[in-house]
Nanobody, 124 residues
Framework: QVQLVESGGDLVQAGGSLRLSCAAS????????MGWFRQAPGQEREFVAG????????YYADSVKGRFTISRDSAKNMVDQQMNSLHPEDTAVYYC?????????????????WGQGTQVTVSS
């Protein structure tokens, strides 16, 4: 079992930055994938970024490449997502997720564990 708790969501102006954090506990292994997803009202949940828990591999959605950075600190059991140059279309509830293996990063149904989500609102 893995437990995930997100924090850091807030209201920010367009062009601003936020840092989301995900505190992880439980049985997490080096070849687990940790991901950030987001879901805007009326839309499907979409993949944002992922990182291998053991390090060395990151993966980003095209919409956030160059603006978002995912990182993990396995000693602190944390996965962070630094979000810069935020756009109003980045407004969503952001979820931290975990799964076994590092294939199929972008498929939400492959993730076994989810946090409760944190709201990010970007005003124009």
């Amino acid at each position: 079992q893995v437990q995930l708790v997100e924090s850091g969501g807030d209201l920010v102006q367009a062009g601003g930055s936020l840092r989301l954090s995900c505190a992880a506990s439980g049985s997490i292994f080096n070849n687990n994938a940790m991901g950030w997803f987001r879901q805007a009202p009326g839309q499907e949940r979409e993949f944002v970024a992922g990182v291998r828990w053991g390090g060395g591999i990151t993966y980003y959605a095209d919409s956030v490449k160059g603006r978002f950075t995912i990182s993990r600190d396995s000693a602190k059991n944390m996965v962070d997502q630094q979000m810069n140059s935020l756009h109003p279309e980045d407004t969503a509830v952001y979820y931290c997720a975990a799964k076994r293996g590092i294939m199929n990063w972008g498929i939400s149904s492959r993730y076994n564990y989810w946090g409760q989500g944190t709201q990010v609102t970007v005003s124009s």
